[in-house]
């Protein structure tokens, strides 16, 4: 199956948004592992919002995706870490 076949069409402009458990610096992990992986990020677009009991920290995340390898790296390394609860 082709890039375009699977619904992107490389580089793209995307978003990622990570839920996870706000604690030991949550949403840097976040925001090192994106750009250990995508390059260079516009920190000034990274949106955040914490749960109501302040447990979980959602984090959105846009960025440039240059291939579906590449994304599957980002939601795999992010998936690894054990506060990670979703991506969206």
Known sequence: M??????YQF???????????DHNDY??????T??????ELEETLITTRKSGG???LS????????SRDQLETIYQSLNEDYRT????
């Open 11 to 21: 580089p793209c402009e995307l978003s990622i948004k990570v839920i996870g458990d």
């Open 34 to 39: 994106i750009a250990d992986i995508a390059g």
């Open 27 to 32: 949403l840097q992990f976040v925001i090192d």
């Open 2 to 7: 082709t890039e375009e076949q699977k619904g």
């Open 54 to 56: 302040d447990k979980y």
């Open 59 to 66: 984090v959105t995340v846009p960025f440039t995706a240059h």
């Open 85 to 88: 609860r979703f991506i969206i």
